[in-house]
């Protein structure tokens, strides 16, 4: 994975301006209707890589279609617990397998509405079910290099971040899709 | 007659809260089975009497589609009414469900009351 092959430009027609004004309609849908919780968008990013400081959940789902890529939330430990508690009207003082689970439903929502408001830009992806991964230091990026298109959100004193990347797929050199790959410290 | 309900999901979080919104209706709800997909929907539905299947699209193993179409398919099942209540929007999807026999269909995000009154609908309409 050498930096020099990194592809450092937005995915033809789908700018990530266009992309982050995606996410934060289905994030704030989401968060309103099924937590009951207003999330407030802060400026989106362009990164290269998803990272996790300290005690992180990423939660990921894969599109296949015409496009490929993938869609993830990214929060700390204790948001999880309030966000898993605020869907299932429970108290969560550590990371469990409910939490886990309710995480990985909140971004399938969030990534699925994301895909099928995304769909005129292109065209129907399949997605895959969640992932959710929960540890310390963690790294996640596209052997392709791609750029995620990030919108971090305020939530109950804290901040969690929801991302996007998509490629078309025929733009994959030699039909290498871009798998996550995680690494640790 | 208390109405017997199957709810389809792979994530336990969706089947806890439609467990709990269904026991918030006025309805006569009587057993709620749970499956975390179409197999084990299959299994559940051959050991109880069910008379309402709420089933997600997206599942590993089996997807609620193809329950469906087992549904369909059998002699036993093909009457009991399917609600699927999904984040799949696709509307090819939609089109299948609908095709297959679904009797209504929910987006999630959802809220309490789309979930109470397609039930009410669903199974008033029986």
Known sequence: MCEGSVNHQPPAGVAPLHVAELIIENTEKVFSVMLGMTVKPLPMQVQMSVEGDGNQILSLLGFAGAWTGAGCVCCSSELACKMSGAMLMSEYESVNDEVLDALGEITNMVIGNFKDAAAPMVGQLALSTPTVIFGRNFRARNLNGQIWTAVPFECEGEVFEVKVCLVPTHEIAHGTRPSLVVTGP | ?126
């Open chain 2, 1 to 126: 007659m208390r109405l017997n309900v199957l709810v389809v999901d792979d994530s336990a979080a969706i089947r806890k809260i439609l467990v709990r919104v269904l026991a918030q209706t006025d309805l006569p709800i009587g057993q709620i089975y749970e499956a975390g997909d179409g197999m084990e929907a299959l299994k559940k539905l051959e050991s109880n009497s069910v008379g309402l299947v709420l089933a997600d699209i997206n599942m590993p193993n089996m997807d609620g589609l193809q329950l469906l179409n087992r549904l369909q398919a059998s002699a036993q099942w093909k009457d009991v009414p399917v609600i699927m209540i999904t984040t799949e929007g696709n509307p090819a999807k939609v089109l299948e469900a609908v095709q297959l026999g679904a009797r209504g269909y929910v987006r999630k995000p959802f809220t309490v009351e789309q979930i109470k009154e397609k039930i009410s609908t669903c199974v008033k309409a029986q």
